[in-house]
């Protein structure tokens, strides 16, 4: 189990994504169907209700939250940037397992934009593979250029994220996330140190793949 955590630690929600080897995955060649994708992302919503408001876990409840932030500037105009960065589906080919996102609802009220989906991830283990599934809400704030996710994975990682775009004086644009993790105290530790390591990893593709051009 510990060289299968290690794998999977690469993940783009990594945290929330790499322990979903606990639950017994299913196999990557019985897809499900977006509408039962929509009814699982009903349910951890109504369930574990993994919105940005979470309280802090209780003590003596088992489970744990810590932070993070991190930082990093691309040579591009915010507004590029933001447009960019903020698209999951730009996230799609910045590492090797993301192969779809699946929204299933996708609204605008009073400037912000609100965006239901799942991300699915299909990870290659022994000869089999491992599908990986998170479930998301994104509010993008176009004219503050910043967004927020909030996401759910078994075994009960939420992870909040908040991510701010400033333009700086040369011309190019910062990109701070700043990250929570709750999960299950045993597991808050794997779950920080892997979840950072991953959105590091995200952040260093898409400035390439947007100072390049691809994006």
Known sequence: MKKLLRLLATPLFAAALVLTAFSGPARADVPQSDAELAAEWQTAWDTYRFYDSTPLPLPGSGRSRDKASISIEIDAPVEHVFAAYSDINHHIGMHSFLKRVVTHDDRSQAG????????????????????????????????????????????????????????????????????????????????????VASHEQTQAALKQAIESGEL
């Not at 994975?153 to 190019?172: A, C, M, R, W, Y």
């Open 112 to 195: 912000t934009r609100t965006i239901n989906f799942t991300a699915i991830e299909e990870i290659p283990y022994q000869g089999t593979i491992v599908t990986s599934k998170t479930h998301a809400q994104q509010r993008i704030d176009h004219a503050g250029l910043r967004y927020e996710t909030d996401t759910w994975s078994l075994p009960g990682v939420v992870t909040h994220q908040k991510i701010v775009f400033k333009e700086l004086d040369n011309g190019k644009t910062e990109v701070t996330e700043r990250l929570i993790f709750d999960a299950d105290t045993s597991l808050i530790d794997f779950v920080v140190t892997n979840g």
